[in-house]
């Protein structure tokens, strides 16, 4: 496997349901991101772990649950989602987690929630 | 309220001619930009970026020019190709406060050959 990889590729979930995303990444990167994309919204990021620790959590909901077991790991746990939480959600690492750091993403994670 | 803005949902451009995709931005604490391209079932792929201390920056077929007092930057491909047909997302950051990219809504590109 190359560059980021994420599981599964698609997702249903009831709104009871209780499931996890998954990525990796091969590229030896320190810091690991998850994004949403709604339609026709942009990118909104989540969540940033730099060195396996939280620095950045946008307001994000407490039913959305991280977790990075190491750089190379991150995982986004699902529980009581709502169907407004339907999207596209990414993966990302970079190098570092500076301002300039390119960002290589995965292909991204389609959830429906009914 | 969207801090990085792509006005023009989608483009098309005949093959061999130039595209032109266009982004506007609102914090003027932004000082590096990229551009990110994505194929349908893909994530967005890197593409070129350009620091505020540069107007341009070229990379083979692909230019960004950063207009800093009209807040604006675009991307030309020249010459466009049907392989260029993509959706494009422009990204700003405030280069030392982390790693944090503000993103427009994409425009989708079609190049028709």
């Known amino acids: 496997e190359t560059g980021v990889t994420q599981t599964p590729r698609h997702l249903v979930m009831g709104m009871t349901n209780k499931k996890s995303l998954k990525c990796e990444q091969h590229?030896?990167?320190?810091?690991m991101y998850w994004y949403k994309q709604s339609a026709k919204k942009p990118l909104e990021l989540m969540f940033v772990?730099?060195?396996?620790?939280?620095?950045e959590n946008n307001s994000v909901p407490s039913r959305f649950s991280p977790e990075c077991p190491n750089s190379s790991h991150l995982f986004l746990h699902l529980h009581t989602l709502q169907p407004e939480d339907s999207a596209l959600y990414l993966c990302?690492?970079?190098?570092?987690?500076?301002?300039?750091?390119?960002?290589?993403f995965g292909p991204g994670t389609r959830l429906l929630v009914l | 309220d969207q801090q990085v803005k792509q006005n023009s949902p989608s483009l098309s451009v005949q093959e061999g001619r130039i595209s032109i995709l266009n982004c506007d931005y609102t914090?003027?604490?932004?000082?590096?930009f990229l551009w990110y391209k994505k194929y349908p079932a893909e994530g967005p792929t890197f593409l070129i970026s350009?620091?505020?201390?540069?107007d341009k920056n070229e990379d083979g077929r692909f230019t960004v020019f950063l207009n800093k007092s009209a807040k604006h930057l675009s991307l030309h491909i020249v010459p466009s190709q049907p392989g260029d047909s993509a959706v494009y997302f422009c990204?700003?950051?405030?280069?030392?406060?982390?790693?944090?990219?503000?993103f427009g809504t994409g425009t989708s590109l079609t190049v028709i050959p």
């Open positions: 990302a690492s970079s190098q570092g987690a500076s301002g300039v750091e390119t960002q290589y």
């Open positions: 590229l030896g990167h320190n810091a």
């Open positions: 772990y730099n060195f396996k620790e939280q620095t």
């Open positions: 914090n003027s604490m932004f000082d590096y």
């Open positions: 350009i620091s505020s201390i540069k």
């Open positions: 990204a700003a950051s405030v280069s030392n406060t982390g790693n944090q990219f503000y």
